[in-house]
């Protein structure tokens, strides 16, 4: 039996800023697989081109050079909503929409009646324990039960990938581990790959591949499963 098709291929994946003397290479040619299931750590100093990889994995963003691919997704169109879900280091809550408002926006964008978008928010709440927060404004959650939502935000679509840049970078330790928490708990429901940049070794150690950026190079030795054919 072959072996299922990567989420997502980086091959030889360049990423540069500015042209001429200006120009700023945030990602030297890079080549990694994501397959189903997997559990990466991203690591490195900030500035090194994790959340660069993480952007071109999640389609927010474009190679200058080489190719971003996801063989088992399909094309750049079709990756949002549903089968990548992307979760930011910062606020990412409207303001203006309950808690169960926001979890179910990007199915109502996606396409989903209101009702069944609904729905879909408050079983994901439920599975997360978060039900208590649902018909709270962000400005009355804190900033760890924003975090939560938010991973409960991308488990409403069912991903089959999700991309965290960062997500405890702006939390205690405390308010850290609950999220780390929901967001494994997120991955393993939704039976998803999960690509988690840090630069927290605690955070790191809770997954089970770590892959080390350097200076905008994935470091030689990390990028493990880099080859794949169909």
Not at 27 to 32: G, V
Not at 81 to 108: D, K, R, Y
Not at 122 to 139: F, Q
Not at 172 to 181: C, F, K, L, Q, Y
Request: hydrophobic share 45%; proline share 8%; glycine share 8%.
């Amino acid at each position: 039996m072959s072996a299922p098709p990567p989420l997502v291929q980086c091959t030889g994946a360049t990423r540069t800023y500015g042209t001429g003397q200006a120009a700023t290479v945030a990602l030297q040619p890079t080549d990694c697989v994501v397959l189903e299931r997997a559990r990466i750590a991203l690591v490195g100093p900030s500035g090194s081109g994790k959340s660069t990889l993480v952007h071109l994995m999640a389609g927010l963003d474009e190679p200058t050079a080489g190719h971003v691919d996801w063989p088992a997704l399909g094309d750049r169109a079709a990756l949002r909503p549903g089968p990548v879900a992307v979760i930011f280091q910062g606020p990412s809550l409207l303001p203006p929409l309950t808690v169960e408002e926001n979890v179910a926006l990007p199915l109502v964008l996606g396409g989903m009646d209101d009702a069944a978008a609904h729905n879909a928010a408050r079983i994901a709440l439920d599975l997360l324990d978060l039900s208590d927060l649902a018909e709270k404004l962000p400005e009355e959650i804190s900033g760890g039960q924003a975090q939560r939502v938010a991973v409960t935000r991308a488990l409403s679509g069912r991903p089959r990938l999700i991309l965290a840049d960062e997500p405890t970078g702006q939390l205690d330790r405390e308010s850290a581990t609950d999220v780390i928490e929901v967001l494994l708990a997120a991955a393993d429901h939704a039976d998803a790959a999960l690509v988690a940049c840090t630069h927290d070794p605690e955070i790191a150690a809770r997954l089970d591949l770590q892959w080390a950026m350097s200076d905008g190079r994935l470091e030689a030795g990390q990028a493990v499963e880099a080859t794949w054919s169909p």
